[in-house]
């Protein structure tokens, strides 16, 4: 598969309609994709994202955050996803995760609770970035350039169940149309398992760059992501970004509708 980057006119053209909690599960698997790659051995750990800091987490962990929210009233309770962060106040998430919250709370892989001070979603594809007050830390995500090859090897590291960090590995399918309905031209099947919880998770490559973001998988336990083309085009548009309404209870007591307590 070659790499790619996602036309920022198709972005602007289409919207993603989600809808669970969690990491949404689909009827049915998509059309048939290759499935029978064997990944070739890691490279040697160096000083990247993959070592292992004094700590005995990984940057990649380090970076990595639950997301829980709380619906508006006559929505689903409690929602429970991953994110990780951009810089120190910023990260990202699914929008289906944060969708109708009237709370939003952030917790390290360290048991911090991090205040939210505003959260933004894009109507394009499954995407949120959340702002925060404190710090969350100095481990930050880097994006790869380009989309991952079939093949390549994938991890995944996340929050499934809403319960403890976890990782789980694979490799990359395909591409393949969105089996959600979305339109954004393609997104990227991937053997690694994935949870409820698991969505907004960074998806990894070998130097533990992003390529991607995980937001649904199949009865098939194959998992879907964002791609990274997708996911720069969109940081790079900040105007495809809209802020998320609170609840219609808390906006009437506030003007400041993307502000969400802790």
């Not at 090859?149 to 789980?168: A, I, Q, W």
């Amino acid at each position: 598969m070659s790499a790619r980057r996602v036309p920022r006119r198709a972005i602007l053209a289409v919207a993603l309609a989600m809808g669970a909690a969690g990491c949404g599960v689909i009827p049915q698997a998509p059309d048939p994709i290759p499935s029978d790659f064997v990944p070739s051995p890691s490279a040697e750990p160096g000083d990247g994202p993959g070592a292992l800091s004094p700590d005995g987490f990984t940057a990649a962990q380090r970076m990595t955050v639950r997301v829980r929210s709380v619906g508006c009233s006559g929505t689903i309770v409690l929602s429970t996803g991953t994110g990780f962060a951009l810089d120190e106040h910023t990260l990202v998430t699914n929008r289906h995760v944060i969708a109708n919250s009237k709370r939003i709370t952030i917790t390290t892989y360290d048991g911090r609770t991090i205040n939210v001070t505003a959260a933004t979603t894009s109507t394009a594809a499954d995407i949120a970035v959340i702002t925060t007050e404190e710090s969350l830390g100095n481990a930050f995500a880097q994006t790869a350039e380009a989309d991952p090859e079939v093949g390549d090897l994938v991890t995944v590291v996340g929050y499934p169940n809403g319960g403890r960090l976890t990782t789980s590995s694979g490799v990359v399918l395909g591409a393949t149309a969105d089996p959600l309905g979305g339109a954004v031209d393609s997104v990227l099947a991937t053997s690694a398992t994935v949870k409820v919880g698991s969505s907004g998770s960074p998806a990894l490559d070998e130097d533990g760059r992003v390529i991607g973001v995980v937001y649904a998988k199949n009865i098939s336990d194959q998992s879907f992501i964002v791609p990274v083309s997708t996911l720069n085009a969109l940081l790079e548009e900040p105007a495809l970004f809209v802020p998320e309404s609170a609840c219609a209870a808390d906006a009437d007591a506030s003007s400041n509708a993307s502000a969400f307590l802790p």
